[in-house]
């Protein structure tokens, strides 16, 4: 009885070592991207023009294609919203300022940039895969499909704007943000002295 357990322990030890070595080095490299987010979005333009030539020339796999943009569509609303939502949470001093005078919080969303990307390039690649099983290719009328889809994200996106100019935030920023006030200053002086 005991060579049958040996026997298992044998092979499952290489094995789980392997996972791990390849689930260390594929964190690895997964850290080492999160600063380049330009590449890494083009890397994920890339896999997804690569999905969508391959449901054009396979004719099908319009469910799936349905499926991963209301999937998309759900971790859109994640990135455009708050961690804290204010309409439905009394908050303790972490809320978005909706007065002029209120303290300026930076945004931070439900869903960060990274977790978003990383997510939506594991959607394209699960897809794709997808697109290899006939059992995944159901027979549907395709327009009426995307038709669905651009009203839900039109009715979609009109909610989450109202509630941006409800609750006065934009969830994107641009840069550093800087102060040019002894510049001007700076300059003025300069040409009053001319």
Same mark, same amino acid.
Request: net charge positive.
């Given at each position: 009885?005991?060579?049958?357990?040996?026997?298992?322990?044998?092979?499952?030890?290489?094995?789980?070592?392997?996972?791990?070595?390849?689930?260390?080095?594929?964190?690895?490299?997964?850290?080492?991207?999160? %600063?380049?987010?330009?590449?890494?979005?083009?890397?994920?333009?890339?896999?997804?023009?690569?999905?969508?030539?391959?449901?054009?020339?396979?004719?099908?796999?319009?469910?799936?294609?349905?499926? &991963?943009?209301?999937?998309? &569509?759900?971790?859109?609303?994640?990135?455009?919203?708050?961690?804290?939502? %204010?309409? &439905?949470?009394?908050?303790?001093?972490?809320?978005?300022?909706?007065?002029?005078?209120?303290?300026?919080?930076?945004?931070?969303?439900?869903? %960060?940039?990274?977790?978003?990307?990383?997510?939506?390039?594991?959607?394209?690649?699960?897809?794709?895969?997808?697109?290899?099983?006939?059992?995944?290719?159901?027979?549907?009328?395709?327009?009426?499909?995307?038709?669905?889809?651009?009203?839900?994200?039109?009715?979609?996106?009109?909610?989450?704007?109202?509630?941006?100019?409800?609750?006065?935030?934009?969830?994107?920023?641009?840069?550093?943000?800087?102060?040019?006030?002894?510049?001007?200053?700076?300059?003025?002086?300069?040409?009053?002295?001319?």
């Amino acid at each position: 009885m005991e060579g049958v357990g040996g026997d298992v322990n044998s092979t499952v030890a290489p094995l789980a070592k392997w996972k791990s070595e390849f689930s260390r080095a594929f964190q690895y490299y997964l850290d080492r991207s999160t %600063p380049h987010i330009i590449h890494r979005w083009l890397g994920t333009v890339a896999a997804a023009t690569i999905y969508v030539l391959r449901v054009y020339y396979a004719e099908g796999f319009y469910i799936v294609s349905y499926g &991963l943009g209301i999937y998309i &569509l759900n971790l859109l609303i994640g990135f455009l919203s708050p961690k804290v939502d %204010p309409e &439905l949470e009394v908050m303790d001093g972490a809320s978005l300022p909706t007065k002029g005078s209120d303290e300026f919080r930076p945004f931070i969303r439900r869903l %960060p940039e990274f977790k978003f990307w990383y997510s939506i390039t594991k959607a394209f690649c699960v897809a794709f895969l997808m697109t290899f099983f006939s059992v995944f290719d159901v027979p549907v009328f395709w327009p009426i499909l995307l038709c669905y889809w651009i009203v839900l994200f039109v009715l979609t996106m009109k909610r989450q704007i109202m509630h941006m100019i409800n609750y006065k935030y934009v969830p994107f920023s641009f840069g550093k943000q800087t102060y040019a006030g002894k510049k001007l200053a700076r300059s003025s002086k300069g040409s009053m002295s001319d």
